[in-house]
């Protein structure tokens, strides 16, 4: 090459690096909006899963006390009326 050619050569270089660093600069700026995003989400994730987990845990203790209620229902139900010889009222 001669002078001439090598400095069109650099000319068209540094264009290109220019352009080649330029493109970096937005693909690492995409690239840290996604991780944003990402990370926004799994947080929210997290916190959704840590509210299902109450909502088990709250219909595991309404489960618990409607069992607690029908025992008790049907501990009234099992009584059976009795008769008192002593005042003749039934219980």
Do not use: C, H
């Not at 220019?18 to 926004?40: C, H, M, P, W």
């Not at 994730?45 to 845990?57: A, H």
Request: a negative charge.
């Amino acid at each position: 090459m001669d002078q001439n050619e090598l400095n069109y050569f650099v000319q068209v270089l540094q264009k290109r690096i220019g352009e080649y660093f330029q493109q970096s600069l937005v693909y690492e700026a995409r690239f840290q909006q996604q991780n944003d995003i990402i990370t926004k989400q799994n947080e929210r994730i997290e916190e959704l899963l840590k509210e299902v987990e109450d909502y088990k845990s709250q219909i595991e203790n309404i489960d618990e006390i409607a069992k607690k209620q029908a025992a008790r229902a049907a501990t009234v139900k099992s009584r059976k009326k009795t008769t008192s010889p002593g005042d003749g009222g039934t219980f």
